[in-house]
């Protein structure tokens, strides 16, 4: 659609108007906002922060209603794609592609252990919200190296039955083509397992160097850090060969219990997310020392689960765009890895975030204007 002649101001009290009307007059923000004024800033992914534009007595112009149609069927084009299936690499097909990310649910009794009622009454709730994917909280591959302590966890065979009936609540109770793809994400806390709540206090978290947890938020903060996480192992070769044969057995777990796929929790600080990191991932060998280095241990899981599981199973991974701290991943190595990962193939699915638990202060929501342009959008 054509574009109106962008305003010079930079004001947010003045920045609105003269899109539309160069008349000075019009220029004072008066509170309302008309849904054509709305909907173009939109449409052009603008951040207003105050309340936008009131025109009085001002009859629209067939530019205004031209931009108004041009929007109209644009946002019905995109609700139109949303509810469009979509199918995966692997063969599998999303009913739509409105997609239920993970949330930490923190449902289970401290130390972590399988799924429970809890578990059972929120993702019946959310079979029924129309969702094309639907993607679990948190599945720990190792008990020992947890996040916050009420975690769901990898368990024996023997007690995978939980893990059975949470799939089929997931999927809800009209399983087939309109039934959500359901995805068990899969995570390794590394360094941000706290010492003391899963293992001997004694005994240390593990990450790919032994670099401590830190903050920029201050001393306090840092010494928070310091005293509840403690300095982590650097991971010997055993130790990440582990590690991939964790992942490895916890997708099959989600294969055989029902689950349509996985998805690999590469981000947030956990461990894969620090092994990705150059600020957290200091070593010389194979698993580090460049940016292929430091994606290596992801490529190795996803060929490994690759191998481990049928064709049609449906492998996802979440990585960060950044870490937002100095010295810790940026947006062209995280770009670069994406590739990587694209280029080695097997993936079907991949979710951006980004941050870490240091790094949680640096991350900024936008204004409440710009917010609810963007969702409403």
Known sequence: MGKLPKSPATRLDFAVVPRLDPDPAYKRINGTTTPTVLRWLAIQSCGWQTPIAHFPHQQPTSEMASAQQNVEHAEMSSVDILRQPLKLPCGLVAPNRLVKAAMYE????????????LH??????????GWGVIITGNVFVDPRYQALGQDLIVLPKAKWDEYRHL??????????????LTLMQL????RQSMRSNFRPPWSP????????MDSEEGWLATMAYHTFYGVPKEMTL?????????FTESAVMAYETGFDGVEIH?????????FMSPRTNRRKDAYGGNTKGRTKIVLDIIASIRKAVPP??????????KDFGKGGLNEDEALEQVRMIHQQGGVDIIEISGGTYEMAGKISSPPLRARSLAEGH
């Not at 799939?167 to 959500?180: D, E, F, L, M």
């Open 238 to 246: 055993k130790d990440i060969d582990t590690v991939v044969q964790q």
């Open 266 to 274: 590469c981000a947030h600080g956990y461990l894969l997310s620090t």
């Open 205 to 212: 978290s593990l990450a790919p160097s032994a670099v401590p």
């Open 120 to 129: 059972f009454r929120l993702y019946e709730t959310w079979s029924e919200g």
């Open 106 to 117: 923190a449902l289970t009794s401290f130390g972590g252990g399988p799924p429970n009622s």
């Open 312 to 321: 049609t199973f449906c492998v996802a991974v979440k990585l960060n765009c």
């Open 187 to 190: 995570n390794h806390a590394g």
């Open 167 to 180: 799939a089929r609540c997931a999927k809800g109770p009209n399983p087939g083509p309109s039934a959500p």
